[in-house]
Every structure is written in structure tokens, then in C-alpha cells.
């Protein structure tokens, strides 16, 4: 396990991983499609608080939620919180194909500055800054799947929480790894801030802790196979969700919008 002191070594603004983990040469090239913007101080971010807050949108079948102060350490999401604070339910889904929900698991301190002494002298996590998308794909180097059962459902998760979704934002997700799939350099474009992998999210993660300022995930049920009784995508009409993600799509790839006839 890296020592912390190392760990600046380990993330010169684009993902590394320590030796011997996986093959360097490999590793290098997918660093450099998976850009990490993060906060090298000693724990300076633009929040007020560094407690997990959580705001939940949507029937619990259907949920999405913007966490801020989201912790990531050892390949799991961590909510730290105050006893006695309320936090909703927040379990969501994060994958057309996978019926079980995502919960962050949850520790608890008895007052906030224990929480906060905790945060500041004993984990002093690497802040991944600015927005997170974050969702799980199957089948990426299909570009039906890539678009409308990954990306678009989890833009629609995007935009129950304005106005992040027309602002750049960073992608994380959890696909398989994929030599020449070039569904990921729209992922990439399309967010704006880059695609991080889970994958090698999770290899940093391995005794280091990162915080992410804003991460918005629940986009299980907005897929294109989930058919909805007006034959629209889900969130296509009353989001407006169909336009909107067209129109960034168009953006991010310097295409000119089509002249409405």
C-alpha cells in the first residue's frame, strides 16, 4: 500500500497506478484518456462542510441522488454523516441490466468535529472537484448500448438536478475494458471534464481516500429498453430530455443544431 506522502507521485493530473500492479505500458495509455482533476493542498475545497450531504429526487423505484462530499476509499463509496443527521433514502440503480440498487455505505460520528478531525488529520482525501456522473455499462463498444442503455439515461439523472447538465461535468463508470472503443471518446466529449474508469478508480482507492465534491448517480431506469406508454425515451417529454441530450451531443462535437423545417 502507497504511503500518503506518495501518493502525489502516484496522480500528476492524469491516473497512475503503483508498480507491479498491471502492465505499465498499457496502463500509460489508458491514463491518458482518463484525465483527474483533483486538489493537491492540504484539504482547500470550495464546500463549507466536508459532512456527506444528500439530496434524492424521484419514487424510490426510480431515484437519483446528488451527493456532495461523497468519500471513496478501497472501491467503495463512503458517507460520513453526524449522528442524529438526517439523511434520505438513498439507494439507487445505477445499470439498466442490474436490478440490485447501489447503497454507499455509511459511518457515523458522534459530533461534527470529530468528523471533521477525521477528514482533516487522519484520511486528508485527494478531492476529485467540479460535478461526477456516475453510472454502470454493459456492452459499451455496441453504440446502441453505449449511448442509449449508458450514457443517455444517466444524462437524464443529470438533469433532475439543473442546471448541471448544461455545465461540464466528469464521467466515472463502470465499464469493462475495451481496446479501441471508441464509444468512450464520446463519453469523454460529451461530459466535458473527461471518463474516469471505476476500474482504475478503484486501484487508487486501495488504502488512499478521495472525495468527490459533487457525484450524481440513479440512472438504472431511463434506458432505452425501458419502454414507456407513449413509446418515448424515458424523460424524453417531460424532461425534455431527448432535445436537450441531442443538443449537447451536437455541441460537444462542434456540429451545428439542424434547421427546424
Known amino acids: 500500500m502507497p504511503r500518503k506522502e506518495n501518493i502525489k507521485s502516484l496522480i500528476p493530473n492524469v491516473l497512475k497506478v503503483v508498480k507491479n ?7 500509460l495509455k489508458e491514463s491518458q484518456k482518463h484525465a483527474l482533476t483533483y486538489t493537491n493542498s492540504k484539504f482547500i475545497h470550495h464546500n463549507k462542510t466536508v ?34 443527521t438526517y439523511l434520505p433514502t438513498y439507494s439507487v440503480r445505477i445499470d439498466a441490466f442490474v436490478l440490485w ?40 463498444d455496441n453504440i446502441g448500448h453505449a449511448l442509449f442503455d449508458g450514457l443517455y ?11 448541471r447538465h448544461l455545465q461540464p461535468f466528469r464521467i466515472l463508470a463502470r465499464i469493462n475494458d475495451c481496446n479501441g472503443c471508441w464509444s468512450e471518446d464520446i463519453y469523454s466529449r460529451f461530459g466535458g471534464l473527461g471518463l474516469l ?8 482507492s ?23 406508454p407513449n413509446l418515448q425515451l424515458p424523460g424524453g417529454v417531460e424532461l425534455d430530455a431527448s432535445r436537450l441530450f441531442r443538443d449537447r451531443m451536437y455541441q460537444q462535437h462542434g456540429v451545428f443544431y439542424p434547421i427546424i423545417r
Open 197 to 204: 474508469k471505476q476500474s482504475i478508480l478503484d486501484k487508487m
Open 153 to 163: 439515461p444517466a444524462y437524464v439523472a443529470l438533469i433532475r438536478f439543473p442546471p
Open 51 to 84: 459532512e456527506t450531504t444528500i439530496e434524492c429526487v424521484g419514487s424510490l423505484y426510480n431515484q437519483s441522488c446528488l451527493y456532495h462530499n461523497l468519500y471513496y476509499v478501497d472501491s467503495e463509496f463512503m458517507v460520513l454523516t453526524v449522528k442524529g
Open 21 to 27: 500492479q498491471i502492465d505499465e505500458q498499457h496502463y
Open 206 to 228: 486501495k488504502g488512499n481516500w478521495f472525495m468527490f465534491e459533487e457525484l450524481i448517480m440513479g440512472s438504472g431506469t431511463f434506458c432505452q429498453r425501458c419502454t414507456q
Open 101 to 140: 440498487p447501489t447503497t454507499p455505505k455509511e459511518r457515523v460520528f458522534d459530533s461534527y468535529s470529530d468528523l471533521e478531525k477525521f477528514v482533516r488529520t487522519v484520511i486528508d482525501p485527494k478531492i476529485i472537484s467540479s460535478v461526477t456522473l456516475y453510472f454502470g455499462q454493459y456492452w459499451h
